[in-house]
């Protein structure tokens, strides 16, 4: 088994409703984004899954986020914009462009700075 990983980052601003403390006003941060593909298989010419290929998968999501107020994106309407539902938001989104027999989405960590950040994976 082959694990393939990328990383990008992008800028975004957000609020948490119904939190009591700074992050309940507006502020932004510099996510990173790291995702983790697995690969049973390497293609004819070794590889399991091309970085430029995942590299494309991954801006067509994260474009979506780029410099935007996340709370006002229709997945972020009932949902706060916490770094738990941005990496749940960016594991759906990039699931459906990554479907290959033999590959899967593993993994999507967001950090929201050096010292934080969260996994999400489903099983």
Known sequence: MYEIWVKTDFAGA???????????SVHGHNWTVEIYITCKNLNRIGLGMDFVEVKKKLAEVIEKLDHKDLNNLSFFKKKNPSAENIACFIYKELEKKINSPGIKLSKVFVKESENSGVSYFEK
């Open 14 to 24: 957000h609020h948490l409703r119904n939190y009591e403390g700074k992050c309940e």
